[in-house]
């Protein structure tokens, strides 16, 4: 098993910045990837937002955000992070941390993820 914990969001103005921090344990050396989705409001699917492996490599983007976030982890840590840069109010959601133990590049659905954390809300006010 592998727990995850998400920390770091918060209320921001447009064009703002937030870093977001998903810390992992338990079983980390049967990850192969990482990710974040975000989820709101009476949406039943969580939105793919970015992946990476935990090996560093690969990173990959949602097109909404390609260009304004980053996706990084440091394995000796066992830390993922989603730096958000130019945050638009349309990026209000809870952010979802996630890994995975499949090796598949690029996974952008949440059924492809076997791990989730709790959740952190990020707010952006226009």
């Known amino acids: 098993q592998v727990q995850l914990v998400e920390s770091g969001g918060g209320l921001v103005q447009a064009g703002e910045s937030l870093r977001l921090s998903c810390v992992a344990s338990?079983?980390?050396?049967?990850?192969?990837?990482m990710a974040w989705f975000r989820q709101t409001p009476g949406k039943e699917e969580r939105e793919f937002v970015a992946?990476?492996?935990?090996?560093?490599?690969?990173?990959f983007y949602a097109d909404s955000v390609k260009g304004r976030f980053t996706i990084s982890r440091d394995y000796t840590k066992n830390t993922a992070w989603l730096q958000m840069n130019s945050l638009k109010p349309e990026d209000t959601a809870v952010y979802y941390c996630?890994?995975?133990?499949?090796?598949?590049?690029?996974?952008?659905?949440?059924?492809?993820?076997?791990?989730w954390g709790q959740g952190t809300q990020v707010t952006v006010s226009s």
């Open positions: 992946t990476i492996t935990w090996s560093g490599g690969s990173p």
């Open positions: 338990g079983r980390t050396f049967s990850m192969y990837s």
């Open positions: 996630a890994a995975s133990y499949t090796m598949k590049l690029g996974a952008t659905s949440q059924r492809d993820y076997n791990y």
